[in-house]
């Protein structure tokens, strides 16, 4: 609650008060957050669930993990479009684990396979086994892992151990249940994972014969990337009135970022970036320069115009480079200007603008250098200054993130006529 409060009165201090100081607009961002993005506890999770997700280090649920637990908790089959990689094993491992722990008869049913998982490969059978393995590590919950391509003997002695959860690949787990060594009798949770690959692989008729062979009372879940008549039809056989989550892929930053290009002069974006600076509402910007030297020269020039910079790059001792970067981190510095190289290790959280003083010579840099706004919850900026000789370069970017990036064409130092483009030199002749 006191977090809602706060992300409420966050919401309208930034609206109407840029000119905050930046301690305040760190803790406002932070209620801010609060507001938009629960944290694990808000979702209800046992403690012993809790305990092993902070020693994974997880601290907030991915949007996947958001809208699936409540729901799965709730005891509703789930339909869920989403990749690898959204946080989605934890989406079904966490209540499912949470719903065998607190189960009352779960003593009765140890050691008795409750959960079946199928997933098309080996090595996703088996990050879901070690995913299942971390989230229950303090519920006393065991699992096991079963695919082919190896001898079926150690799997079976731990079959016949027991185990509450089962991971498998269709191929063996079949074989394996018409051996007789695995009973679904007393199966009551059921996730049929990837099921476009499952399909991709030819695994349907698998499918089908184990789907047949589960209790119809269950509590069913289905995850597909994507979800075209076939998928969604074979979704139908085995879900009962499902809800729905659908995950869309992270955009990639070209999208994520606001971008735009000036045109100006060479000897013009000193005041282009003086002026910016100074107008700005920013608490912090980046600003790349291409060279060591160029890097100084701004620092000095803002100087001049009374705004403190500090620049890093290879020529700085380790010292002095870990000092700027902590006074750019902590808001003493406002402005850092960094070289490609030397930018490498900065994660700023809340950078909101980026600015290219000089446009890189390899295109996938600018994408690299625009990376480091839009972060986390930040929306971020890229301002990029393009003289005459960097328009070749601007193409080459604009053909690499398949965009026109937006011209801002009124600005005090617009690139004037008289900006000569580049000759070739003259070589004096030899007498
Ligand atoms: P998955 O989509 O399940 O393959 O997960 C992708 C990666 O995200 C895995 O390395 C997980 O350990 C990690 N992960 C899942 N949920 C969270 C979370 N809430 N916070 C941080 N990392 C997570």
Redesign the pocket.
């Known amino acids: 609650m006191i977090f809602v409060v706060v992300g409420l009165v966050s919401l309208m201090v930034l609206c109407f008060g840029k000119c905050l100081p930046r301690v305040n607009r760190a803790v406002m961002l932070e209620g801010l957050y609060y507001l938009t993005i629960m944290n694990f506890q808000s979702l209800n999770l046992i403690d012993p669930i809790l305990k092993a997700l902070s020693e994974?280090g997880?601290?907030?649920?991915?949007p996947i993990?958001q809208q699936s637990i409540p729901i799965l908790l709730d005891g509703h089959d789930l339909l869920g479009c989403a990749q690898?990689?959204?946080?989605?094993?934890?989406s079904f491992a966490i209540p499912i684990l949470q719903k065998i722990a607190t189960d009352p008869l779960q003593k009765k049913k140890a050691g008795k396979i409750k959960a079946l998982i199928v997933t098309p490969t080996r090595e996703l059978a088996i990050?879901i086994g070690e995913?299942f393995t971390d989230y229950g590590k303090f519920t006393g919950l065991t699992n096991t892992v079963i695919f082919g391509g190896v001898g079926q003997n150690p799997q079976v002695k731990i079959l016949k151990r027991g185990v509450d959860i089962l991971i498998g690949t269709p191929g063996r787990l079949l074989d394996l249940m018409n051996q007789g060594f695995i009973s679904l009798k007393d199966l009551e949770y059921f996730t049929l994972d990837e099921a476009d690959h499952m399909l991709e692989m030819g695994f349907i008729h698998d499918i089908e014969k184990i789907i047949a062979k589960l209790p119809p009372k269950r509590q069913s879940l289905f995850f597909s990337a994507t979800m075209p008549p076939n998928i969604a039809k074979l979704a139908h056989t085995i879900l009962d009135n499902p809800k729905r989550v659908t995950i869309e892929p992270e955009k990639p930053t070209a999208e994520r970022v606001q971008q735009a290009i000036y045109f100006v002069s060479k000897s013009n974006k000193i005041k282009l970036l003086t002026h910016i600076l100074e107008t700005a509402p920013c608490e912090a910007v980046l600003v790349f320069s291409r060279t060591k030297h160029g890097a100084n020269k701004i620092v000095k020039l803002l100087s001049r115009s009374g705004l403190t910079a500090e620049a890093i790059h290879g020529n700085k001792s380790q010292t002095a480079r870990q000092k700027a970067l902590e006074n750019f981190k902590s808001g003493r510095t406002k402005v850092l200007i960094a070289t490609d190289i030397a930018a490498r290790g900065i994660d700023v959280s809340e950078l909101e603008l980026v600015i290219n003083y000089d446009l890189p010579n390899v295109p996938e840099t600018y994408v690299h250098r625009i990376g480091r706004t839009g972060r986390a919850k930040a929306s971020g900026m890229a301002l990029s200054f393009c003289d005459q000789t960097e328009k070749p370069l601007l193409r080459d970017i604009q053909r690499l993130i398949k965009q026109d990036i937006p011209l801002i064409t009124v600005h005090p130092f617009a690139e004037e006529k008289s900006d000569r483009p580049l000759r070739p030199k003259r070589v004096a002749k030899r007498r």
């Open positions: 994974k997880y601290t907030a649920p991915t993990q690898t990689g959204t946080g989605k094993t934890a990050q995913s």
